[in-house]
């Protein structure tokens, strides 16, 4: 297992590093720069401010600067918001967008094992049929029409949850509901063709054989199998999660890590662009990681190769 | 293609018969061949005068205008034009950038995944970690990035051949050229699309050509002194066709939604473009509580949500009949 673990941080390190290099590099060579306003600045003092953030002179010398500092975990200062910190704004917006992606993470992984398992112990019924058809229909509905749509249903016309804020249980709930709906239906067609295929096997039939009922059969033996390609797919799916959430923020007005990336971008704020992107893929490596980890605890047969 | 018989597990012969019975596909086929019709022909047939801003913004559906006398059927936007032109030319740019982002990846994955399966060995695995690499790239941001770094120089470029007919004196050109420019972020959206979605087409074709080409036809051809490139392009990518067709589709809707998700965010389609997401951003900018003026959300939603649909239905319909081991 060490081996493992210490060649996977290692391959991490390499990818973080390269996504950043091309992240810097592409925001650099943009067009407009972090101090370009619609009344330009004199040139001498945004020479000045370009010198104080390291973005002055050629690319190569404003990424090594920019990596020279990284090395010594300083995420550098936000160009746009004066006098912050990028590790301060990050500390700042990520715990709604942690909040929100772990709700939503919960439901999608949850609704998505318990629908498909349905599906496939119904198959070829109308409760397969209907729970495959809402499948494909929440793929296909983007996440800024259903907000609206949920909002319009259940708090202003069932009036079961309130309408918008941020912070409480039942403010949370439609926004991670709307941000789960297309992973529900992702977790809930792999579980459910996963589960087909255990169904169909031999150790399933000897349990069948020794007394077992349908749901005692599936409950105990097939699910353990049946879910190793959903946990695959939750590494993933945590990341979506994350990057999706720029849209839910913005229909449901969450100040969230997603309308950082979005403004940013926008804003040409590069250390602030690249802190999120850090960020955002250490979370993921951190969280393939941890599947493949599960995966090994799931299913004895798997050894992790370093 | 008589020397390239299909085996009978990558391409059964009975895949279009399989798609032939599965009716949902069809509609969904269907469905989608009228829309695309209905959005290349009817902007030509409506009158100018409808498809112009004018003074009557929000006007209901199937009212006549106060100010034009013109007759809206689903009524007018904020700048008092007629909502089901801009619905349909909404149609055509979210359509053709989700045809044409997804046949760009579709250029690049195939050969990719070509390569990188007939080459097998080192080469493989470099290619194929490359992918992975590029798998745990944050793939919206990737595209804000591109999109933001390409604008400029697409809008620079442009301006470049309008000058440049300025200065050869042709006129007509020149107000062409500057017209185009408007929509010069349509372009840019199909290129960065293109070249962020093609990571999945790639693993796809890789793995079929790991089967195929251990394949006796394809060690026939290759002992008959066949060069690599006339393998890849005789025998095996008339086996992969279906595989990539069926991709495509599935490729085309995701496309289509990362469009209009940074066209809600005001990141992609410009006026006077429209596309499906930018209309819903336009609309769901003047939503207030008072008044409400449903008709600018729901029709771009209704029919961006029908198409999506769709082009689902038809992309498992397809998987179904020609890849059906693959599943999810």
Not at chain 1, 71 to 86: A, E, H, M, N, P
Not at chain 1, 137 to 162: D, E, N, R, Y
Not at chain 1, 210 to 237: D, M, R, S
Not at chain 2, 86 to 110: D, H, K, M, N, P
Request: charged share 15%; hydrophobic share 50%; proline share 4%.
């Amino acid at each position: 297992m060490l081996p493992f673990l210490l060649r996977r941080a290692f391959s991490s390190v390499i990818v973080i590093f390269c996504v950043i290099s091309i992240t810097f590099v592409l925001a650099r060579i943009t067009k407009g720069g972090p101090f370009d306003k619609e009344k330009e600045p004199p040139p001498h003092i945004k020479e000045a401010l370009l010198t104080r953030y390291k973005l002055n002179g050629t690319v190569w010398d404003q990424y090594t600067a920019y990596v020279g500092s990284l090395v010594r975990f300083d995420l550098g200062l936000s160009t746009r918001y004066r006098d912050w910190r990028v590790s301060e704004l990050l500390r700042q917006k990520m715990p709604n967008s942690f909040a929100l992606g772990t709700l939503s993470f919960l439901i999608a992984s949850c609704a998505g094992v318990f629908l498909g398992s349905l599906a496939a112990m119904k198959k070829d019924t109308w409760i397969d049929r209907s729970a495959m058809f809402g499948a494909l229909l929440s793929i296909s509905i983007p996440s800024f029409i259903s907000g609206p749509f949920l909002i319009a249903v259940f708090a202003l016309w069932l009036g079961w949850l309130p309408v918008g804020g941020w912070g409480t249980m039942s403010q949370m709930i439609l926004p991670a509901i709307c941000l789960a709906a297309p992973y529900i239906a992702y977790v809930a067609r792999l579980m459910r063709n996963s589960l087909l295929d255990v169904l169909k096997s031999d150790f399933l039939r000897t349990a069948r054989a020794k007394g077992l009922t349908e749901t005692q059969a599936v409950a105990k033996h097939a699910i353990k199998v049946a879910i190793l390609p959903v946990i695959t797919f939750l590494g993933p799916l945590a990341a979506h999660l994350l990057t999706g959430s720029m849209i839910v923020e913005s229909v449901f007005n969450i100040s969230g890590a997603g309308m950082i990336f979005v403004n940013s971008i926008q804003n040409r704020d590069v250390f602030l662009l690249g802190g999120a992107v850090i960020v955002y893929c250490v979370l993921l490596v951190l969280f393939n990681l941890f599947v493949d980890v599960i995966y090994t605890l799931l299913d004895k047969r798997i050894k992790l190769y370093a | 293609m008589p020397e390239a018989a299909a085996p009978a597990s990558i391409a059964r012969p009975d895949g279009w018969q399989i798609l032939k019975r599965n009716r949902a596909a069809l509609i969904a086929l269907g469905f989608l061949v009228g829309l695309s019709l209905i959005a290349i022909v009817v902007p030509l047939l409506l009158p100018d005068e409808l498809k112009a801003t004018s003074s009557a913004s929000f006007v209901p559906p199937m009212q006549r205008a106060m100010e034009t006398h013109a007759t809206h059927v689903l009524g007018t936007d904020v700048n008092g034009q007629d909502m089901l032109y801009r619905l349909l030319s909404g149609a055509r740019v979210s359509l053709g950038v989700g045809l044409i982002g997804a046949l760009i990846s579709l250029g690049i994955g195939t050969l990719y995944g070509m390569i990188s399966g007939y080459a097998g060995g080192r080469i493989d695995g470099v290619m194929m970690r490359t992918v992975e690499v590029l798998q745990s790239v944050p793939r919206i941001l990737f595209i804000m990035i591109l999109i933001a770094a390409l604008d400029d120089y697409v809008k620079e470029w442009i301006d470049g051949w309008r000058l440049a007919a300025q200065a050869r004196n042709w006129s007509d050109l020149a107000a062409n050229i500057s017209e185009v420019k408007a929509y010069s972020k349509v372009l840019v959206m199909i290129v960065s699309l293109g070249l962020v979605e093609w990571l999945t087409m790639a693993r796809i074709v890789r793995g079929q050509v790991l089967v195929l080409r251990e394949m006796t036809f394809v060690t026939a051809s290759r002992a008959m002194g066949q060069s690599p490139w006339g393998v890849l392009r005789r025998h095996l990518l008339p086996n992969l066709s279906t595989i990539i067709l069926t991709y495509l589709t599935l490729t085309i809707p995701a496309v289509i939604l990362d469009e209009s998700f940074l066209s809600f965010l005001g990141l992609g389609i410009e006026d006077p473009a429209a596309s499906w997401g930018s209309l819903l951003k336009d609309g769901a900018q003047v939503i207030n509580p008072l008044e409400s003026k449903w008709w600018l959300l729901v029709f771009p939603a209704l029919l961006m949500s029908a198409s999506l649909l769709a082009l689902n239905f038809l992309g498992d319909g397809l998987r179904d009949a020609f890849d059906p081991k693959s599943g999810d």
